[in-house]
């Protein structure tokens, strides 16, 4: 067995520096599933390859032996274009199953993925489009050409983790933008949600899909619509709310993915990837509101204990993915 595990650098082809805890430098790569990098790193039969971004010659790449099958990792089609195109072409050649292929993350961008998953029982996705503006009165103009109603969140393309999210409620909120460089960078304008629940309170899982099947990462519960990983530090502070995720945690799979699992196995068809996460809000009826569809989450890292048995459930989902592309050969 033969597992080729393909990774990109970003389009600025930028990576972190790292010290590992054994102090040596190590570099992190962003717009990956990180799965060569937390599961097969140590193991003999995996290999991986960098492919370079846009601004740099990358010289023809050859390998020393076939691979059984390619786990395309990069992830992210507005950072990750030129990494994503050399891909492309080198998928092209292989005579091996592709997880992940790369003109499939192409198509997994805020606005092509909402228009994509529109119309699902149980499911809604906001409308999200993408713009290119020159001046905050370009946003306001857009959103009254797409038909959003306020409040609207606007973000740049390509960043993550609410860094570059803003909620706008009017067409009076001009100053709230000008946090941005309107420097030819594209936004997304998604049309909000409110998703709060009776107690005031946000909820946010994050799914993990892979080969349709619906695995639990995360719960998250915060006391303001962007709910993050620093949500934790609210949570904390109120023991009945870690309880909660507990119990959400621990019910899971006998209680929530079974409401959910025609939705996401559909879910799964239209986007077309073997792996990919979603986060999400889930009702008391299993009704879907998706807020990210893609293959670009961080899942495999477990920096809580309580973390341990979901991450490993996946990294096991992700095994028989792998093996059962390799017994199809």
């Known amino acids: 067995m ?26 992190r790569i962003d717009g990956s599933a990180s799965i060569f990098r937390h599961m097969y790193a140590q193991e003999p039969y995996a290999s991986s390859l960098v492919l370079f971004g846009k601004k740099v010659d990358q010289k023809s790449i050859s390998l020393h032996e076939k691979p059984d099958v390619v786990f395309n ?7 990750h274009k030129g990494a994503l195109a050399r891909g492309e072409k080198l998928c092209s050649g292989f005579d091996a199953p592709i997880i992940n292929p790369p003109h499939l993350i192409r198509r997994t961008t805020r606005d092509q993925v909402a228009r994509r998953l529109s119309n699902i029982a149980g499911v809604s996705m906001p409308l999200t489009v993408r713009c290119r503006p020159k001046s905050p009165d370009d946003i306001f103009e857009t959103i009254e050409k797409e038909s959003l109603a306020y409040p609207v969140i606007v ?34 304008l998604t049309q909000y949600v409110d998703y709060q629940d009776d107690d005031g309170l946000f909820r946010k899982y994050r799914i993990v899909v892979i080969s349709g099947r619906p695995y639990f990462r995360h719960v998250l519960i915060g006391n303001h619509w962007m709910v993050h990983s620093s949500s934790f530090e609210f949570v904390r502070q109120r023991p009945d709310l870690l309880s909660e995720m507990r119990q959400r945690r621990l019910a899971f799979d006998d209680e929530l993915a079974p409401k959910i699992s025609a939705a996401v196995q559909e879910i799964h068809r239209r986007v077309e990837l073997d792996y990919f996460g979603m986060d999400c809000h889930i009702d008391n009826d299993g009704k879907l509101l998706l807020f990210e569809v893609n293959a670009n989450m961080n899942v495999l890292h477990d920096p809580d204990d309580t973390l341990k048995e979901a991450v490993d459930k996946i990294k096991q989902g992700i095994h028989r993915l792998i093996k059962s592309k390799i017994k199809t050969t």
């Open 2 to 27: 033969n597992i080729l595990f393909l990774r990109g650098i970003n389009d600025d082809n930028k990576v972190e520096p790292l010290l590992s805890t054994d102090g040596q430098m190590i570099f």
């Open 73 to 79: 990792e990069v992830s992210d089609p507005d950072s």
């Open 155 to 188: 973000r740049l393309a390509g960043q993550h983790g609410g860094t570059s999210s803003t909620l706008i409620r009017s067409s009076g909120d001009q100053d709230r933008l000008h946090i941005y460089p309107f420097d030819g960078r594209d936004f997304y």
